[in-house]
């Protein structure tokens, strides 16, 4: 993998590589794209890996190799510290706010002595913390150059140690975020780097689109009227009424909100129509009329006062940029394009492309050519080098690569070295009813209820949706965590981040034995060596929601191509997911463990081969009886109480 990277920084073009887990792919991209001195963007999926990544695996590399490197990281502009608004927020008498001065004094203390103004340095701060949107800046509520903090802004300080880096690490969120609007710097610095590599690339789809689509929302437009009303009264109060007219956009959004009351939240509506699925046409046309009147109000008024302070002009760019969407959304969808609504506490209208391919082709990949004979300069083409422990099921790795548009790209597929012939095992238990029997989620509980207490917890239940997830912690809660059997853990009980530490520390130092149990986030990047998991318990095959608008969409697209949507795409999708989910069992050459599928179609149907080969070569359990010899001898080997 290693050569491989280096030959495609010197060449230049795209190398995608699937290294399994264990090949020590870090190591394997960063040691080339360090010898080799030319400028690179590291990019990753979470903020967390780029920490990693900053704080550990280069700086490590860099003292072995003893290079004289700067490397600098870059996050979005939500994880820095902006002093105005910390500032406004201390000052404000807004009464609401009240219950958070206590924070909000700590992050002053700590704002005198931060270099980096990196809000991940404040250990007690969490990710969801309602105090963070009030002391960070969004690309809507930052006044730029005009700013009495510009100089000392932390955003703008870490753009520009970027800029004068020789190595950036980013992650995908804000990679695409500014390829779309060119707004934290990266944009700037992709033309000036030789090489991009991109880890975690198995997400950069799914960020991506949620980035190249359109968005309008109503908790988007409520922040616009507060902040509207509060530039208004602070700096131009008597000249406008704008109580009456924050009120009236504070109305219309609300009521645009309203139309969707009937509908569950969490579901995304279809729309496919001039209307969306479930909507009442002449209220959801009312609605948006009403909502689009309403800005206009806005509009005008900010324009009459934009002279008096630079926060009007940012607001009337607002506005005027939200009626530009509530426009759009009242236009024909987009050609390969997908549009729905989110509805949730408050509601988002999306309209997304099906794929980043069209963005990566034209954004990413163009290629310098020379203007007479259109080959390409020479030294012109940058490096991008995309990996990922799971790229998908065949050698062109066509899951990941159709989509990102990367078909024509060098391809490298590096095994893991992990001997999981002799450390795992992966078993269907018979007689599990069929995944849409009624008693399926129950039965799956009393399963793990069971052999998990032989086991004394060590294990991780990832379902396939929130619903089964609950009715699974809650009956596992009620069997074993109540009487103290054992430690019942669920996802969203706290920050994952301390679950996470929670299950790894097992029984150790005499702690209770813990059974995790959860969804979507925990398929992937859940990193447990050692035996504090063993059993890995998947309650069905992860095929994505057939109604989900998106997934429909481009299911509908592969049809009218006349390739299927169930082996093209549903397959392909379930069994990565299930590759990830699988890839949770095994972290270090000393891992043993089980891997339970409770979906007899895994094994009853003729597609389950085709899953069952894309998971690593474990052996295979046929009868409970040999599970129940497998857990004892996992019970036997491990090293904890
Ligand atoms: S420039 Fe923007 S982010 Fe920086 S301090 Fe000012 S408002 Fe905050």
């Known amino acids: 993998m290693a050569m491989a990277v280096a030959e495609t920084i010197s060449n230049g073009g795209e190398l995608v590589v699937e290294a399994g887990t264990g090949v020590g792919k870090t190591y394997a991209y960063l040691v080339p794209v360090l010898l080799s001195g030319q400028r690179a963007l590291v990019s990753t999926a979470t903020k967390a890996l780029q920490d990693q990544l900053f704080s550990r695996d280069i700086p490590k590399l860099i003292d072995a190799l ?18 105005l608004r910390l500032s406004q927020a201390r000052q404000s008498h807004d009464a609401s706010l009240r219950i958070h001065m206590h924070a909000l004094s700590k992050i002053e203390t700590w704002a005198q002595s931060t270099r980096t103004g990196d809000l991940s340095e404040l250990t007690g701060l ?3 913390s309602p105090v963070i949107p009030l002391v960070t800046s969004t690309r809507d509520n930052c006044l730029g150059s005009p700013c009495p903090n510009f100089k000392s802004c932390h955003v703008n300080l870490a753009r520009k140690e970027a800029m004068s880096a020789d190595v950036v690490v980013i992650n995908h969120h804000l990679f695409f975020a500014d390829l779309n609007v060119r707004e934290t710097g990266m944009a700037e610095l992709l033309p000036s780097v030789q090489a991009v590599v991109f880890d975690e690339a198995h997400q950069l789809n799914e960020i991506g689109i949620n980035f190249l689509g359109r968005h309008l929302s109503t908790s988007q437009l409520l922040e616009l009227t507060r902040d509207t009303l509060g530039a208004g009264v602070q700096w131009a109060r008597g000249l406008v009424d704008w109580t009456l007219i924050c009120s009236v956009m504070e109305k219309s959004i609300r009521d645009l909100r309203l139309t969707a009351q009937n509908s569950r939240p969490g579901s995304r509506l279809r729309w496919t129509e001039p209307v969306p699925d479930g909507m009442e046409t002449s209220e959801w046309l009312l609605a948006m009329s009403q909502l689009q009147v309403a800005l206009q109000a806005a509009q005008a008024a900010l324009d009459t006062v934009s002279e008096m302070a630079p926060d009007f002009v940012r607001l009337h760019e607002r506005v005027t940029l939200q009626l530009r969407l509530i426009q759009d ?23 997304s492309p099906l794929d980043i391919s069209s963005a990566v082709q034209t954004h990413m ?5 020379n203007e007479h004979t259109q080959a390409p300069a020479p030294g012109s083409q940058k490096a991008w080098i995309f990996t990922s422990a799971t790229l998908g099921e065949d050698d062109q790795m066509r899951w990941f690569t159709e989509p990102c548009g990367l078909s024509e790209s060098r391809k490298l597929r590096v095994a893991s070295p ?3 012939a002799n450390m795992a095992a992966v078993y269907v238990p018979p007689g599990m009813p069929k995944p849409n029997d009624i008693t399926h989620t129950r039965q799956v509980s009393s399963w793990v209820e069971k052999h998990a207490r032989q086991l004394g917890g060590r294990t991780l239940v990832l379902t396939t949706t929130l619903n089964a997830m609950r009715q699974i912690g809650e009956a596992l809660t009620a069997a074993l965590g109540q009487s103290g ?3 019942i853990l669920v996802q969203g009980q706290g920050p994952k981040r301390r679950l996470m530490e929670r299950f790894r520390e097992g029984s150790n130092e005499g702690g209770l034995g813990c059974i995790l149990v959860a ?9 447990v060596p050692g035996d504090a998991l063993q059993l890995v318990v998947i309650d069905k095959l992860p095929f994505p929601p057939p109604n989900d608008p998106l997934v429909e969409a481009r299911s509908q697209r592969l049809e009218l191509l006349g390739k299927s949507s169930f082996s093209d795409y549903s397959l392909p999708e379930a069994a990565v997911a299930l590759k990830q989910g699988a890839g949770r069992l095994i972290r270090s050459e000393t891992d043993q463990g089980i891997l339970v599928v409770c979906d007899p179609r895994l094994t009853g149907m003729a597609y389950g081969r085709r899953l069952l080969a894309c998971l690593p070569p474990m052996q295979r359990i046929h009868t409970e009886v040999e599970f129940e010899e497998s857990l004892t001898r996992l019970t036997k080997t491990s090293t904890r109480p």
């Open 418 to 420: 992990f001997d999981y």
């Open 485 to 487: 059997e054992l430690e």
């Open 519 to 527: 969804s979507a986030s925990f398929w992937e990047g859940f990193d």
């Open 66 to 83: 003893n290079l004289p490197i700067r490397v600098a990281l870059l996050k979005g502009r939500g994880s820095y510290l902006c002093t």
């Open 126 to 128: 969490d990710d969801r």
């Open 329 to 351: 959304f009242q236009d024909p969808c987009a050609e390969g394009s997908v549009r729905w609504v989110e509805v949730g506490a408050q509601m988002r209208l999306v309209e």
């Open 365 to 369: 990949l163009q290629k310098q050519v």
